[in-house]
Protein backbone atom coordinates (compact mmCIF):
# COMPACT_ATOMS: atom_id res chain seq x y z
CA UNK A 1 0.00 0.00 0.00
CA UNK A 2 1.12 3.04 -0.92
CA UNK A 3 1.66 5.57 2.46
CA UNK A 4 0.46 9.11 1.33
CA UNK A 5 2.31 12.42 3.37
CA UNK A 6 -0.09 15.11 4.01
CA UNK A 7 1.75 18.05 2.08
CA UNK A 8 2.82 20.52 4.87
CA UNK A 9 0.59 23.74 4.80
CA UNK A 10 1.90 27.25 5.33
CA UNK A 11 0.41 29.08 8.42
CA UNK A 12 0.15 32.69 7.95
CA UNK A 13 1.01 33.84 11.32
CA UNK A 14 3.70 30.62 11.65
CA UNK A 15 4.91 32.28 8.37
CA UNK A 16 5.11 36.00 9.75
CA UNK A 17 6.40 34.95 13.07
CA UNK A 18 9.35 32.92 11.17
CA UNK A 19 9.80 36.16 9.02
CA UNK A 20 9.76 38.21 12.38
CA UNK A 21 12.30 36.13 14.29
CA UNK A 22 14.74 36.09 10.50
CA UNK A 23 14.81 39.31 10.10
CA UNK A 24 15.37 40.50 13.93
CA UNK A 25 18.98 41.56 14.86
CA UNK A 26 21.17 39.97 17.07
CA UNK A 27 21.78 42.17 19.90
CA UNK A 28 25.51 41.93 20.93
CA UNK A 29 26.15 41.32 24.29
CA UNK A 30 28.74 44.05 24.89
CA UNK A 31 29.42 47.17 22.76
CA UNK A 32 33.11 48.43 21.22
CA UNK A 33 33.80 49.77 25.10
CA UNK A 34 33.43 46.75 27.01
CA UNK A 35 29.95 47.86 28.41
CA UNK A 36 26.86 46.01 28.55
CA UNK A 37 25.21 46.72 25.18
CA UNK A 38 21.52 48.08 26.99
CA UNK A 39 18.60 49.11 24.60
CA UNK A 40 16.82 51.18 26.97
CA UNK A 41 16.68 54.74 26.49
CA UNK A 42 17.13 55.63 30.41
CA UNK A 43 19.17 52.96 32.44
CA UNK A 44 21.18 52.84 35.83
CA UNK A 45 22.91 49.34 37.55
CA UNK A 46 23.07 50.28 41.25
CA UNK A 47 25.07 48.90 44.19
CA UNK A 48 22.10 48.44 46.30
CA UNK A 49 24.05 48.15 49.70
CA UNK A 50 26.13 50.81 49.09
CA UNK A 51 24.52 53.24 46.62
CA UNK A 52 27.56 53.01 43.94
CA UNK A 53 26.18 52.97 40.78
CA UNK A 54 27.68 50.75 38.13
CA UNK A 55 26.53 51.34 35.01
CA UNK A 56 24.42 55.01 33.84
CA UNK A 57 22.74 55.43 30.83
CA UNK A 58 20.89 59.14 30.76
CA UNK A 59 20.27 58.58 34.68
CA UNK A 60 18.88 61.79 35.40
CA UNK A 61 16.43 62.21 32.56
CA UNK A 62 12.74 62.71 33.42
CA UNK A 63 10.32 60.52 31.72
CA UNK A 64 7.20 58.59 32.26
CA UNK A 65 7.22 55.44 34.46
CA UNK A 66 4.48 53.71 33.75
CA UNK A 67 3.69 50.81 36.19
CA UNK A 68 6.67 51.20 38.07
CA UNK A 69 5.35 53.76 40.24
CA UNK A 70 3.15 51.91 42.04
CA UNK A 71 5.26 50.76 44.30
CA UNK A 72 5.41 54.28 46.08
CA UNK A 73 1.20 53.16 46.93
CA UNK A 74 2.87 50.18 48.58
CA UNK A 75 5.18 52.42 50.49
CA UNK A 76 2.16 54.61 51.40
CA UNK A 77 -0.29 52.38 52.36
CA UNK A 78 2.57 50.05 54.47
CA UNK A 79 3.69 52.88 56.21
CA UNK A 80 0.23 53.80 57.08
CA UNK A 81 -0.14 50.36 59.17
CA UNK A 82 -2.53 48.62 56.74
CA UNK A 83 -4.21 46.17 58.17
CA UNK A 84 -3.04 43.13 55.49
CA UNK A 85 -5.82 40.44 57.13
CA UNK A 86 -8.53 43.21 56.53
CA UNK A 87 -10.73 42.84 52.83
CA UNK A 88 -11.20 45.44 51.20
CA UNK A 89 -14.39 46.16 48.30
CA UNK A 90 -13.68 47.11 45.11
CA UNK A 91 -15.45 49.71 43.97
CA UNK A 92 -16.64 51.64 40.75
CA UNK A 93 -14.09 54.36 42.05
CA UNK A 94 -11.66 51.88 41.26
CA UNK A 95 -13.22 50.57 38.36
CA UNK A 96 -13.31 54.75 37.02
CA UNK A 97 -9.63 55.16 38.15
CA UNK A 98 -8.24 52.11 36.18
CA UNK A 99 -10.33 53.03 32.86
CA UNK A 100 -8.03 53.01 29.46
CA UNK A 101 -5.61 50.36 31.88
CA UNK A 102 -4.91 46.51 31.07
CA UNK A 103 -7.79 44.03 31.73
CA UNK A 104 -8.71 44.26 35.30
CA UNK A 105 -9.53 40.87 37.24
CA UNK A 106 -10.71 42.65 40.40
CA UNK A 107 -14.21 42.46 40.20
CA UNK A 108 -16.47 45.27 41.67
CA UNK A 109 -18.37 44.46 44.72
CA UNK A 110 -15.81 42.08 45.64
CA UNK A 111 -13.57 42.20 48.59
CA UNK A 112 -10.05 41.06 49.09
CA UNK A 113 -7.85 40.84 51.92
CA UNK A 114 -5.36 44.17 51.65
CA UNK A 115 -2.78 41.94 51.50
CA UNK A 116 -3.86 40.13 48.38
CA UNK A 117 -4.57 43.33 46.90
CA UNK A 118 -0.63 44.28 47.23
CA UNK A 119 -0.11 41.37 45.44
CA UNK A 120 -2.70 41.96 42.43
CA UNK A 121 -0.83 45.29 42.19
CA UNK A 122 2.49 44.27 42.48
CA UNK A 123 2.51 41.05 40.59
CA UNK A 124 0.05 41.16 38.02
CA UNK A 125 -0.16 45.15 38.30
CA UNK A 126 -3.93 45.50 38.21
CA UNK A 127 -5.22 49.42 37.88
CA UNK A 128 -8.01 48.86 40.05
CA UNK A 129 -5.98 47.86 43.14
CA UNK A 130 -4.20 51.07 43.86
CA UNK A 131 -7.15 53.26 44.67
CA UNK A 132 -8.77 50.98 47.07
CA UNK A 133 -5.14 50.09 48.90
CA UNK A 134 -5.60 54.03 49.20
CA UNK A 135 -9.01 53.70 50.35
CA UNK A 136 -8.01 50.64 53.09
CA UNK A 137 -5.82 53.53 54.92
CA UNK A 138 -9.10 56.07 54.69
CA UNK A 139 -6.73 57.98 51.81
CA UNK A 140 -9.11 59.55 48.74
CA UNK A 141 -7.47 58.49 44.99
CA UNK A 142 -6.15 62.53 45.20
CA UNK A 143 -5.06 62.02 49.04
CA UNK A 144 -3.41 58.82 47.83
CA UNK A 145 -1.50 60.75 45.17
CA UNK A 146 -0.11 63.52 47.86
CA UNK A 147 0.90 61.25 49.80
CA UNK A 148 3.37 59.10 47.36
CA UNK A 149 4.84 62.73 46.50
CA UNK A 150 5.70 63.21 49.65
CA UNK A 151 6.87 59.90 50.11
CA UNK A 152 9.22 60.60 46.89
CA UNK A 153 10.02 63.86 49.23
CA UNK A 154 10.57 62.13 52.14
CA UNK A 155 13.29 59.87 50.22
CA UNK A 156 15.28 62.74 48.74
CA UNK A 157 13.76 61.86 44.98
CA UNK A 158 13.06 65.56 43.63
CA UNK A 159 12.53 64.54 40.03
CA UNK A 160 10.29 62.19 40.74
CA UNK A 161 5.91 63.34 40.38
CA UNK A 162 2.93 61.87 40.98
CA UNK A 163 -0.29 63.11 39.16
CA UNK A 164 -2.20 59.26 39.11
CA UNK A 165 -2.37 56.35 41.79
CA UNK A 166 -1.98 53.54 39.04
CA UNK A 167 0.95 55.64 36.42
CA UNK A 168 -2.09 55.29 33.34
CA UNK A 169 -1.68 59.23 32.97
CA UNK A 170 1.20 60.95 34.26
CA UNK A 171 3.72 60.11 36.89
CA UNK A 172 7.13 61.04 35.84
CA UNK A 173 10.77 60.46 37.06
CA UNK A 174 14.47 59.20 36.25
CA UNK A 175 16.78 55.78 36.53
CA UNK A 176 18.35 57.22 39.50
CA UNK A 177 15.69 58.21 41.55
CA UNK A 178 13.63 54.80 40.69
CA UNK A 179 16.46 52.79 41.89
CA UNK A 180 16.35 54.45 44.97
CA UNK A 181 12.76 53.94 45.22
CA UNK A 182 12.92 50.35 44.73
CA UNK A 183 15.72 50.05 47.26
CA UNK A 184 13.78 51.66 49.50
CA UNK A 185 10.80 49.07 48.85
CA UNK A 186 12.81 45.95 49.36
CA UNK A 187 13.36 47.58 52.55
CA UNK A 188 9.98 46.41 53.65
CA UNK A 189 10.14 42.40 54.07
CA UNK A 190 6.10 42.57 53.27
CA UNK A 191 6.80 44.38 49.94
CA UNK A 192 9.85 42.64 49.47
CA UNK A 193 8.57 39.22 49.39
CA UNK A 194 6.01 39.90 47.23
CA UNK A 195 8.10 41.87 44.74
CA UNK A 196 9.64 38.65 44.24
CA UNK A 197 6.47 36.38 44.09
CA UNK A 198 6.36 34.09 40.77
CA UNK A 199 2.82 33.44 41.12
CA UNK A 200 0.00 33.03 43.44
CA UNK A 201 -3.83 32.68 43.27
CA UNK A 202 -6.08 34.75 45.73
CA UNK A 203 -9.92 34.48 46.25
CA UNK A 204 -12.77 37.69 46.68
CA UNK A 205 -14.77 38.22 49.33
CA UNK A 206 -18.48 37.55 48.07
CA UNK A 207 -21.23 35.14 47.42
CA UNK A 208 -19.79 33.84 44.54
CA UNK A 209 -16.42 34.34 45.01
CA UNK A 210 -13.82 34.23 42.55
CA UNK A 211 -10.66 32.47 42.43
CA UNK A 212 -7.55 34.18 40.75
CA UNK A 213 -4.58 32.92 39.66
CA UNK A 214 -2.00 35.74 38.77
CA UNK A 215 1.59 35.20 37.16
CA UNK A 216 4.38 37.92 37.74
CA UNK A 217 5.35 40.44 34.44
CA UNK A 218 8.53 39.91 35.50
CA UNK A 219 9.75 37.29 33.51
CA UNK A 220 13.42 37.04 34.69
CA UNK A 221 11.17 35.69 37.92
CA UNK A 222 10.36 32.45 36.08
CA UNK A 223 13.66 31.84 34.87
CA UNK A 224 16.19 29.66 36.65
CA UNK A 225 19.56 31.47 35.31
CA UNK A 226 20.29 34.50 37.70
CA UNK A 227 19.27 34.81 41.63
CA UNK A 228 16.15 37.42 41.02
CA UNK A 229 15.30 39.02 44.30
CA UNK A 230 12.01 41.31 43.51
CA UNK A 231 11.14 43.97 40.12
CA UNK A 232 7.99 45.72 38.91
CA UNK A 233 7.49 46.29 35.04
CA UNK A 234 5.79 48.78 33.55
CA UNK A 235 4.32 49.45 30.36
CA UNK A 236 2.01 52.99 28.86
CA UNK A 237 2.59 54.72 25.36
CA UNK A 238 4.27 56.96 26.66
CA UNK A 239 6.82 55.33 29.01
CA UNK A 240 7.30 52.27 26.56
CA UNK A 241 8.57 49.30 28.12
CA UNK A 242 9.86 49.47 31.73
CA UNK A 243 11.53 47.40 34.34
CA UNK A 244 12.61 47.74 37.90
CA UNK A 245 14.43 44.41 39.17
CA UNK A 246 16.76 43.26 41.85
CA UNK A 247 19.20 40.52 41.83
CA UNK A 248 22.38 38.75 43.25
CA UNK A 249 25.22 39.08 41.24
CA UNK A 250 28.83 38.42 41.11
CA UNK A 251 28.37 38.23 45.34
CA UNK A 252 26.54 42.13 45.41
CA UNK A 253 22.77 42.90 45.27
CA UNK A 254 22.18 44.67 42.81
CA UNK A 255 19.18 47.14 41.29
CA UNK A 256 18.84 47.86 37.72
CA UNK A 257 16.23 50.32 36.51
CA UNK A 258 15.46 49.98 32.40
CA UNK A 259 13.15 52.91 30.91
CA UNK A 260 11.66 53.85 27.62
CA UNK A 261 12.31 50.09 25.93
CA UNK A 262 10.54 49.67 22.72
CA UNK A 263 10.03 46.21 22.60
CA UNK A 264 8.31 44.47 25.89
CA UNK A 265 11.13 41.58 26.00
CA UNK A 266 14.31 44.25 24.98
CA UNK A 267 13.76 45.16 29.04
CA UNK A 268 15.01 41.17 30.07
CA UNK A 269 17.43 40.99 27.14
CA UNK A 270 18.69 44.12 28.91
CA UNK A 271 18.77 42.39 32.32
CA UNK A 272 20.70 39.47 31.28
CA UNK A 273 23.23 41.31 29.68
CA UNK A 274 24.03 43.35 32.37
CA UNK A 275 23.84 40.54 34.63
CA UNK A 276 26.33 38.42 32.24
CA UNK A 277 28.39 41.39 32.32
CA UNK A 278 28.49 41.64 36.15
CA UNK A 279 29.43 38.28 36.59
CA UNK A 280 32.23 38.19 34.02
CA UNK A 281 35.90 38.54 35.77
CA UNK A 282 36.43 41.31 33.03
CA UNK A 283 32.93 43.02 34.61
CA UNK A 284 34.26 44.10 38.06
CA UNK A 285 37.81 44.77 37.09
CA UNK A 286 36.38 47.62 34.53
CA UNK A 287 34.50 49.03 37.09
CA UNK A 288 37.64 49.41 39.52
CA UNK A 289 39.53 50.72 36.92
CA UNK A 290 36.69 53.16 35.80
CA UNK A 291 36.89 57.45 36.92
CA UNK A 292 33.59 58.94 36.94
CA UNK A 293 32.91 60.27 33.65
CA UNK A 294 31.59 63.75 32.03
CA UNK A 295 27.80 63.82 32.77
CA UNK A 296 27.19 60.78 34.45
CA UNK A 297 27.16 62.45 37.72
CA UNK A 298 23.72 62.50 39.79
CA UNK A 299 22.31 65.88 40.09
CA UNK A 300 18.99 64.33 41.21
CA UNK A 301 19.39 65.12 44.82
CA UNK A 302 19.07 61.53 46.10
CA UNK A 303 21.41 59.93 48.33
CA UNK A 304 22.89 57.70 45.33
CA UNK A 305 27.02 57.43 45.47
CA UNK A 306 28.95 57.82 42.55
CA UNK A 307 31.84 55.47 42.60
CA UNK A 308 33.51 53.63 39.56
CA UNK A 309 30.64 54.59 37.23
CA UNK A 310 30.50 53.46 33.40
CA UNK A 311 28.98 55.50 31.39
CA UNK A 312 27.03 54.42 28.18
CA UNK A 313 28.27 56.78 25.22
Not at 11 to 18: D, F, K, M, T
Not at 81 to 98: Q, S
Not at 116 to 138: C, F, Q
Request: charge should be neutral.
Amino acid sequence: MQRIVPALVAVPWVVALAATAAAAPRIEPLTQDGLPNVQAARAVVMDADTGAVLYARQPSEVAAIASTGKIFVAMVVRARAIDLDAVTEITEVDRMYAKGGARTRLAVGHGFRNLDLLRAMLIASDNRAPTALGRAVGLSPEQLVAAMNSRAAALGLVQTRFTDPSGLRGNVSTASEMALALRAALADPVLAEILATPEVTVRSHHRRPHRIFYRNTNVALHRDQYLVTGGKTGYTTAAGYCLLISARAAGRDVIMVFLGEQHKMTRFGDFGRVMAWLSAAEGPALLADQGEPEGSADDDGGSMAQVGVAAAR
